[in-house]
């Protein structure tokens, strides 16, 4: 096999806060491989927007990456330059963020927005950089694109913008787009509009995408992999059919049980007993610890990443079957 | 149930438009013969919706469909533009103060968003005891007791009383909501969203959690959301909103398995489920317009795919398609 778009090893993003040290993102190790699906699963304060930060390289102080390495094509990112940065993010890797009323600017028409996006990598004419915004908002589903591309944000609707964002994503045709949660906010008509044109454009253009969502069922109709992240770890890893219909760790499991479906109507739903632990004072050993009804004394130490036969990667002691 | 007893709570046309009234250089741009209207949202338009004593209604829609508007005007929270509410059979409108009192203290509401929805300067026992207290359901020397059977119901450690809201995670925070509601012993809730602001795992406790005061407390429910798959958990009967009126009323199994109107078919086709995989996305076209200027006709015939002639003129009534079931579409007129 070749080797993957991006490799992630051993990263270890931590927020230096007065309290304490943050371990938002906890020794993570990842890999995606061109057009590729990678669904990023986590509950809030699970590290995963943190993860897709990470790879952008926009982790703000008092965050920084304290170790471990992110490769993209070969290249190591964590050692890039701040001008570095500036040039790989947009041309190479894009994210698109959850609230697109945030990410747009209200005061800029979208046309200023987008051409900026491209005058920042290329020297194109104006005429040109229009004409791509042009094809972007067309190949996002956006309705006669020709007129809507000299509106303000505020005359979209949520759907419409988060179309924009997208849109904006793909103008310099990146190998990697990080989306963190961008339907969340969005009706079930307009998400399942978005997730239909998204799995389009990558099917197209053979881009990567990992999908950051705590959202199971999205993962299930639009990813290829999955990973779920536990307090900032990557607890298992494997393909969708593999992690949702035979869950190894017993957090997957607890996930899964805990999502309203079909069969069960009516019932009660699996409860994961306790409380997410604060990421500042981690129990010792395996995060889930207190939380897991396959608790041992073993657990006590920090579980290793194991790979097993089938390529499923989990991390636990005492996996299901 | 036999024909007899009354529903819980029963909507006979229920509508409410909000205005938006025009400002001084419109008003003078009218009065020089500008084509200037007043901005009216029909957010409901002549609902009805009986709900029977210990069913759970779910009520579905996209955003802005005006479901919200609805639980509210249920609740007595909002006053409706016109129409008329009867709770236990009698028109709350000509009600006695005493009989009034009943129906507000037993309709209770419980709100979206846990971070808002509670007094940040107040303390948990003052946010749950207050109405209480005031209602006389207890007395200042038994508050602390009654609040402990309140709070353990909920699943709050009683002995948080003295914490303020922020001290508690999202999820807490919405049981604090809960037990608010709960306080003044309601026979009936209505949640508006009330698990749309959870993560997966707090979700399922919070619905456990409504499943079981359910059960313990009789109660009649009015549950408001977004996500079909939630609803479906947890409700006997779905009604379907969309742009103000109710275009489908069945129970959870008719709807689910031969959804009747065109808008339910095409949102349960959406719905993301954990048994989909791989799913080729094919989306439902177009938008939900707004309702500043609502299409002509049925609201749905623009993204309707099987939109006839008569759809764009006249709006087609919510008539019973099956005993129990109600559908507001011409299809089944051929």
Known sequence: MNSPLLDIQDLQTYFFTREGVVKAVNNISLAVNKGEVLGLVGESGSGKSVTGFSIMGLVDPPG?????????????????????????????????????????????????????????????????????????????GIPSPEERIKSYPHQFSGGMRQRVAIATGLLNSPDLIIADEPTTALDVTIQSQILSEMQKLCRKTNMALIWITHDLTVIAGLANRVAVMYAGSIVEEGSVHDVLDRPLHPYTEGLIGSVPSRNKRGERLYQIPGMTPSLINLPEGCPFRMRCSRNSELCLKVPPVTIREDGRKVCCFHPGT | ??????????????????????????????????????????????????????????????????????????????????????????????????????????????????????????????????????????????????????????????????????????????????????????????????????????????????????????????????????????SDRIAVMYLGRIVEYATVEELFQTPFHPYTQALLHEVPRLEKRNVAFAALKGEIPSPLDPPSGCHFHPRCPYVMDICKEAPPALREIAPGRWACCYLDEK
């Not at chain 2, 508006?192 to 079981?212: G, H, K, P, R, T």
Request: with cysteine; net charge negative; aromatic share 6%.
């Open chain 1, 64 to 140: 920084r990456i304290a170790g471990g390495s992110i490769k993209f094509k070969g290249q190591e990112l964590t050692t890039q330059t701040e001008e570095q940065w500036r040039a790989f993010r947009g041309s190479s890797a894009a994210m698109i963020f959850q609230d697109p009323m945030m990410t747009l600017n209200p005061v800029l028409r979208i046309d200023t927005q987008m051409t900026e996006a491209i005058h920042a990598h290329e020297n194109v004419s104006r005429k040109e950089a229009r004409a791509r915004c042009i094809e972007a908002l067309a190949m996002v």
């Open chain 2, 1 to 234: 149930m036999d024909d007899t007893t009354p529903p819980f709570f029963r909507c006979e046309n229920i509508t409410r438009i909000f205005e938006k009234r025009l400002d001084f250089a419109s008003k003078i741009a009218r009065s020089m013969g500008a084509d200037i209207r007043d901005d009216r949202v029909q957010a409901v338009d002549s609902v009805n919706l009986q709900v029977m004593p210990g069913e759970v209604v779910g009520l579905v829609g996209e955003s802005g469909c005006g479901k919200s508007t609805l639980g509210r005007i249920i609740c007595g929270i909002l006053p409706q533009s016109s129409g008329k509410i009867f709770y236990k059979g009698k028109d709350v409108a000509v009600m006695t103060a005493a009989e009034k009192l009943d129906y507000e203290m037993n309709i209770q509401m419980i709100f979206q968003n846990p971070f808002a929805s509670l007094n940040p300067r107040k303390r948990v026992n003052s946010i749950i005891g207050e109405a209480a207290l005031y209602h006389g359901l207890t007395t200042t020397k038994e508050l602390d007791n009654y609040l402990e059977a309140v709070m353990d119901q909920c699943g709050l450690d009683p002995s948080y009383k003295n914490r303020y809201p922020h001290q508690f995670s999202g999820g807490q925070r919405q049981r604090i909501g809960i037990a608010r509601a709960m306080a003044v012993n309601p026979e009936c809730l209505v949640c508006d969203e009330s698990v749309a602001a959870l993560d997966v795992s707090i979700q399922a406790q919070v619905l456990n959690l409504f499943m079981d005061l359910r059960d313990q407390h009789d109660l009649t429910c009015l549950f408001i959301s977004h996500d079909l798959g939630v609803v479906e958990h947890i």
